[in-house]
């Protein structure tokens, strides 16, 4: 059972000066000049905590920064415990960059508590990718200098209840004013109310108690917040402390404004690159289109999206590229006998496992360390970093589906790293979570 429970947020107060200049993205997503584009723009940017960077000790230098802004009244907890309502609106164009869904203005609303940490093992709280130790390492020497949660992690779950007993997040706040309210550099504006009735919270509860986590962004927040919880058991902290919880943002998985954008796979660095034998190697499996316009990608995996086909766009530079089609999924239940269906069937898998590694020689140590591999979302990216000749080609993606997402986490597997990409990011400094 997934235990959620309320908690009095952490936010900022009007003395620490205006939201737009106080919030920022996921760290992990910020460049060295941006994040002191934040900091200058106002020096209490969460980002001075999230992403500390100054001093011979950043990760202690956050911590003090912390404690001072606690006492000069910049950050304060909350009077009462609440679930809080999170809500970003904000507007895509066309078909969503290959997303798979129509264009035009959305949005997507869910519930920040805090949720009880379990081992992935229990099957509550399931993760879908890889990670990265030297981040989870980073994450892990914040919080041991911090005892704090700046940002939420981004959880998906199912709501079985049916259509008359789902719960209707928006109904719980219809009539009342959001706490904050802030338009990001993207035109994304995110919104936030707070529940404290403890009838309503217990409602809630309840009607979650039964439904697994699947988490869609943040796994190394949440596996570090999994050893620091271990950590403190370590150092003589009983259970049932602060620390067996970490802040989430829970969404319900048929929200029609959720949006999963694809990571395109760009190559580097390959000694014997050559983009014919590439193409020749793959004629055994794939149906090749040669030739087609670049600006006909976008239409072409889309088409191949709705109609559930694995495609891929491989592009050398250029007015054209190569539609690469899969003939017949069953030759990766050869190539992975041990992973479940919906694992063989994913994109990703495909491409990785059957072009990248088998056909190209890139195994997967090498993905993992990005030494021939890059990623990245944007797809004008993809197909400039190859004509200014700073990668030998591209592989355009169509996103993965959310329903992917479920079944893949479901079967107690993960997805290559990078797998999804989900939009819009929710913004980090809204609320925080003091662990004490």
């Not at 949005?107 to 989870?136: C, Q, Y």
């Not at 699947?214 to 402390?241: C, K, M, S």
């Not at 319900?252 to 190559?267: A, I, K, N, W, Y």
Request: net charge negative; aromatic share 8%; hydrophobic share 40%.
């Amino acid at each position: 059972m997934a235990e959620i429970r309320p908690f009095r947020a952490l936010r900022f107060t009007p003395a620490a000066g205006k939201m737009e200049e106080l919030v920022c993205p996921p760290y992990d997503i910020i460049s060295e000049s941006q994040r002191q584009a934040y900091l200058a723009r106002n020096p209490h940017n969460i980002i001075r905590l999230e992403l500390p960077r100054d001093g011979a000790d950043p990760y202690k230098e956050a911590g003090d920064t912390l404690r001072r802004w606690l006492r000069e009244g910049i950050l304060c907890q909350d009077e009462r415990p609440a679930l809080y309502v999170y809500e970003m609106e904000f507007s895509v164009d066309g078909p969503s960059d290959l997303s798979g869904m129509h264009g035009g203005d959305r949005s997507v609303m869910g519930l920040i508590g805090l949720v009880k940490l379990e081992e992935f093992e229990k099957g509550i709280v399931l993760p879908h990718e890889e990670t990265l130790s030297k981040a989870k390492t980073d994450r892990f020497n914040l919080m041991k200098a911090t005892n704090c949660n700046f940002s939420d992690i981004y959880s998906l779950y199912m709501d079985d209840g049916g259509e008359e007993e789902a719960l209707d997040v928006m109904a719980l706040v219809a009539r009342e004013q959001p706490l904050s309210e802030v338009t990001d550099p993207a035109g994304v504006i995110h919104r936030l109310w707070a529940i404290t009735d403890g009838g309503v919270i217990a409602q809630i509860q309840a009607h979650l108690a039964d439904t697994k986590l699947y988490i869609a962004d943040g796994h190394h927040r949440y596996e570090t917040a999994l050893n620091y919880r271990n950590f403190l058991r370590g150092q003589g902290v009983p259970e049932g402390t602060a620390a067996d919880y970490v802040m989430m943002m829970m969404v319900e998985m048929s929200h029609p404004g959720l949006v999963v954008f694809p990571t395109h796979r760009m190559v580097r660095g390959l000694a014997s690159f050559d983009a014919e034998a590439v193409l020749e190697a793959c004629e055994p499996y794939f149906d090749l289109v040669r030739g087609m316009a670049v600006s006909s990608v976008d239409e072409a995996l889309e088409n191949a999206y709705r109609e559930g086909r694995h495609v891929f766009g491989f592009y050398t530079g250029g007015d054209t590229f190569t539609l690469l089609t899969l003939r017949d999924p069953a030759v990766m239940d050869g190539l992975l006998p041990g992973l479940s269906p919906a694992s063989r069937a994913l994109d990703v898998t495909i491409l990785h496992t059957l072009v990248l590694e088998r056909l190209m020689g890139i195994d997967k140590e090498n993905m993992a360390n990005q030494t021939n591999l890059t990623y990245t979302r944007d797809l004008a990216e993809a197909l400039d970093g190859v004509r200014d000749g700073l990668f030998q080609c591209s592989f355009i993606l169509n996103p993965t589906r959310v329903s992917e997402i479920r079944d893949v986490a479901s079967a107690g597997e993960k997805m290559p790293q990078k797998s999804t990409y989900f939009y819009p990011k929710l913004i980090t400094g809204l609320t925080m979570n003091k662990l004490d």
